[in-house]
């Protein structure tokens, strides 16, 4: 007997995807590549496991993290893509390495597997190396613009959690608030310019997300004479004025701002302490990646109260499926069908299609359980089921099919 999950994961299988957030590695970084690069490039080392080349190593690492839930859909998908017959273990290990190395011996096959295998119609790029950049294939790509450099241009001494400072990276000296806010406004105006289509802010791995409003005589105090160091509060002063000057120039140039929200440094990062810039510019859309796991309800409180919030549950299938599941539910029933948005957060194809594993059993899952209760029809369900995946995306990046 079919069952409505089974009916309508047929139907999900066959939808194209635009995919809203991904750290897809370029072309050259797949050139000697083999399951412990992909491995090393993907969330299970963040487990906190380290491994080396021994068996006994590998043994190790396969017996800590088997049951965790980022390395069970990699698992998944390696099982998929390789036809392994049973689970990864150390004896298979180097077998397993070999397929993946020739597998990847024809350059493309990573864009080929995110295309074909995937089903992604468009991905949208955070090049954290490379801030706006579409890997060279712009056919698949759509770049978003990473400004968290912006936020440390008070000094060029300072960098942000990936090395970066705007000043350096875009090589000027400036010491004057309305000139900083000048050379911000012109690189994004630039970066749009060239195909950006949202503003990117993980400024969650670096500070506190309680933004607050500011003047530009107490955000200039950050700029410090040569030699010193601005205290904390004009650190924050600088920030919190240049990132609700950033904020306005999203809704100017009317593209999203994608914000980190959740898991970083565990320290106010959780979406609700944003509740005030949110409010504070309500012309400005604001996406909550990763729907501030593991503190869920701060997105479903926002949604219902701030119509320019947009929630995405990237990566947030493969942090928790029971999370994802619940906060799905509540999504569908507290937002408008415009709302919700997925992407793969990842680095690789197996990894991006591990994701996806996770996103459709979620996905499907909710929409079976609400078919089955009587919240509404199959018909509905995969009205939602093409709006989350395909549609959604479309409209709130502006997107062309």
């Known amino acids: 007997m079919t069952t409505t999950y089974d009916h309508l994961m047929e139907y999900v299988r066959t939808r194209r995807i635009a995919n809203t957030h991904c750290h897809h590695l370029r072309d050259q970084d797949f050139a000697s590549y083999d399951l412990d690069v992909l491995l090393k490039n993907s969330y299970v080392a963040w487990c906190g496991v380290p491994w080396s080349e021994t068996r006994e190593s590998r043994v190790n690492l396969l017996e800590q993290v088997r049951f965790n839930s980022l390395f069970v859909w990699l698992h998944k998908s390696l099982q998929k893509i390789y036809r392994l017959d049973g689970p990864l273990m150390a004896d ?18 990573h864009i080929t597997m995110l295309k074909d295998l995937c089903g992604y119609a468009r991905v949208i790029q ?30 060029r001494t300072v960098v942000d ?75 924050k002063a600088f920030q919190d004025y240049v990132f609700y000057e950033m904020c306005k120039m999203a809704a100017e140039f009317d593209v999203p701002i994608q914000c980190h929200t959740g898991m970083g440094r565990l320290r106010r990062t959780q979406a609700m302490w944003m509740r005030e810039v949110i409010e504070q510019n309500p012309q400005t859309r604001f996406v909550l990646l990763h729907c501030s796991y593991p503190w869920v309800d701060d997105t479903v409180a926002l949604l219902r109260y701030y119509p320019n919030v947009y929630p995405d549950l990237s990566m947030l299938p493969l942090y928790s499926i029971s999370s994802c599941q619940r906060i799905l539910h509540e999504l569908i029933e507290g937002g408008t069908a415009d709302k919700v948005c997925w992407g793969c ?32 029809s199959v018909d509905d369900a995969r009205a939602v089921a093409d709006n989350i995946t395909y549609h959604n995306p479309l409209k709130l990046y502006r997107l062309s099919a």
């Open 126 to 155: 955070d090049a954290y190396w490379n801030p706006g950049s579409d890997n060279g294939h712009p056919d698949l790509f759509v770049p978003t613009f990473r400004v968290n450099s912006f936020l440390f241009g008070y000094s």
């Open 92 to 109: 298979n290990w180097e077998r397993l390495s070999g397929m993946v190395r020739e597998a990847h011996q024809d350059r493309q096959r």
């Open 161 to 235: 959690h990936d090395g970066n400072n705007a000043l350096v990276l875009y090589d000027r000296r400036i010491q004057d608030i309305d000139e900083y806010v000048g050379f911000v406004r012109e690189m994004i105006r630039l970066k749009i310019d060239q195909g950006c289509v949202a503003l990117k802010v993980p400024v969650a791995y670096d500070r506190r997300l309680d933004f607050e409003p500011t003047t530009k005589e107490a955000a200039q105090r950050a700029f410090a004479p040569e030699g010193t160091q601005a205290d904390e509060a004009d650190v």
């Open 345 to 376: 957060d990842t680095w690789t194809p197996e990894e991006s299609y591990g994701s996806l594993l996770a996103f459709r059993h979620v996905l499907v899952k909710v929409l079976a359980e609400k078919v089955d209760d009587g919240y509404f």
